[in-house]
Nanobody, 121 residues
Framework: QVQLVESGGGLVQAGGSARLSCVVSGSTFRINDMGWYRQSPGKQREQVAAITYGGSTNYTDSVKGRFTISRDNAKNTVYLQMNSLKPEDTAVYYC???????????????WGQGTQVAVSS
């Protein structure tokens, strides 16, 4: 049973920093892309940042220069370092991984349960 377990987040003052972590546990063959999404009340879930197995990254425009995504393939872990946080970054942040549980099984999306980040002004 594959699980994605997030940690970090909480209440942060505007201008502050927070770091999210997400560990993939369970039996996996290969973890391809990993990423972070967020959803705030009344809005659709949006991709914040993504990283390939090889380390290529991309970010949504609103977080460029402030957020950094990274991963440790040996630990099956992805991180999101968030700096210069703004109230509009307030949301539930979800970890995502596209992975194969066996070499003969197609890759598919897996999701964490979400972690709340609240930025106060």
């Amino acid at each position: 049973q594959v699980q994605l377990v997030e940690s970090g987040g909480g209440l942060v003052q505007a201008g502050g920093s927070a770091r999210l972590s997400c560990v993939v546990s369970g039996s996996t063959f290969r973890i391809n892309d990993m990423g972070w999404y967020r959803q705030s009340p009344g809005k659709q879930r949006e991709q914040v940042a993504a990283i390939t197995y090889g380390g290529s990254t991309n970010y949504t425009d609103s977080v460029k220069g402030r957020f950094t995504i990274s991963r440790d393939n040996a630990k099956n872990t992805v991180y999101l370092q968030m700096n210069s946080l703004k109230p509009e970054d307030t949301a539930v942040y979800y970890c995502n991984a596209v992975l194969k549980v066996r070499f003969y099984v197609p890759a598919r999306d897996y999701w964490g349960q979400g972690t709340q980040v609240a930025v106060s002004s």
